[in-house]
């Protein structure tokens, strides 16, 4: 492997590696759901989810799947909004100070840029979900109920 090929695969690991524990993601969250409710500030999350096809060879490619998922994602979102994994097959990102309406265009946009990703052929879909606050609970724990209620659906 040349010295190109060695640097780009580690910024592609590094990309990837801005993404947060299931943990610290939650830390953080109730932070800023905290802040939110002091200062009367809106914040949005969006649930991305690699749902396994029927089709699928034994998830093969999930890894894959889930790096590319993760590094178009960190490209995508702003420097401030924060990304981290609520579980093996689930990626969520938090953008503080968004509204609904803000939220959806975030949404529509990385929907649009998703387009251009083929993850079906791997046996895999990304389903995108919106969680706001206030509007879908008042405090993080109604905030992370609604979020585990988005994922099962």
Not at 105 to 116: I, N, P, V
Request: include cysteine; glycine fraction near 8%.
């Amino acid at each position: 492997m040349n010295n190109l090929e060695e640097r780009n695969q580690e910024g592609a690991k590094a990309e990837f590696g801005r993404i947060l524990n299931k943990d610290l993601f939650l830390y953080l969250l109730d932070l800023e759901v905290k802040r939110a409710r002091r200062y009367q500030n809106f914040l949005c999350l969006l649930l991305l989810k690699l749902r396994q096809l029927p089709r699928n060879d034994n998830g093969r490619y999930f890894q894959s799947c889930q790096q590319t998922l993760g590094n178009l994602l960190s490209r995508e979102m702003r420097e401030t909004d924060i990304i981290g994994s609520l579980g093996k097959d689930k990626l969520v990102a938090f953008l503080p100070y968004a509204d609904a309406s803000a939220g959806g265009c975030a949404k529509s946009r990385f929907e649009s840029t998703l387009k251009y990703y083929d993850f079906e052929s791997k046996g895999y879909e990304v389903t995108i979900d919106q969680i706001c606050f206030p509007v879908n609970g008042a405090d993080t724990i109604e905030i992370i109920k609604k979020a585990l209620g988005a994922e099962s659906s």
